[in-house]
C-alpha cells in the first residue's frame, strides 16, 4: 500500500485538489461580498489590500487537503481490496507526476506572492450567500451584488 500511496494516491489527490472545488459567495463581517474557495472548508479568498492578492487559511487547505487524500485512498483501497489488485505501470505513474509536478509548482508560485496574506485560521466570520461546485477551468458565476449588497446594509441598519 506504500507503494500505492507514492505512485498513484498522492498523484491522484493534487490533481483532484487542483480541478474540482467548491466555491463561497460570502458576506463577511465588516467587507465587501467575496468568493472564497475550497472544499469541505473555504481555505482561499481575494485579498481586499490589493486586487493581486489572495488570503489563504492554513489550517482550512491542510484539513481539505487530508480530505481529498482520504477520499483517494479510500477509493484506491477499496478497488484494490474488493475488486481488482491495483499494480501501476511505471509509465502510468510518470504521467500522473508529470501532471501533478506543473500543479505544485504553480501553486508555489502563486502561495509566494509577497501580497498574499496567510493566516492560521481564518480570521473573519461570514455570512454565506451562495455555494457550487466547479472545476477550475469553469467560470465562477457572477453574483447579484446589487440584492446582496442592499441586503448587507439592511441588516447593518438593524
Not at 509566494?112 to 466570520?125: G, H, M
Amino acid at each position: 500500500m506504500k507503494q500505492l500511496t507514492f505512485k498513484l494516491i498522492l498523484p491522484l489527490s493534487i490533481i483532484s485538489f487542483a480541478t474540482l472545488t467548491k466555491w463561497w459567495h460570502a458576506l463577511p463581517v465588516d467587507a465587501q461580498g467575496t468568493f472564497l474557495t475550497g472544499f469541505p472548508f473555504p481555505f482561499v479568498c481575494d485579498g481586499w489590500h490589493t486586487s493581486m492578492s489572495l488570503q489563504i487559511f492554513v489550517t482550512e487547505f491542510f484539513v481539505d487537503f487530508f480530505t481529498y487524500f482520504l477520499i483517494c485512498f479510500l477509493f484506491v483501497l477499496s478497488i484494490h481490496r474488493f475488486w481488482r489488485k491495483i499494480n501501476p505501470t511505471k509509465w502510468v505513474t510518470i504521467v500522473l507526476w508529470v501532471i501533478a509536478g506543473p500543479i505544485i509548482i504553480g501553486a508555489s508560485f502563486i502561495a509566494a506572492n509577497p501580497d498574499n496574506l496567510v493566516y492560521l485560521k481564518r480570521p473573519f466570520d461570514m455570512e454565506v450567500k451562495k455555494t457550487g461546485y466547479t472545476f477550475v477551468w469553469k467560470k465562477r458565476p457572477q453574483a447579484e451584488m446589487g440584492s446582496i449588497k442592499a441586503n448587507h446594509e439592511k441588516k447593518l441598519k438593524r
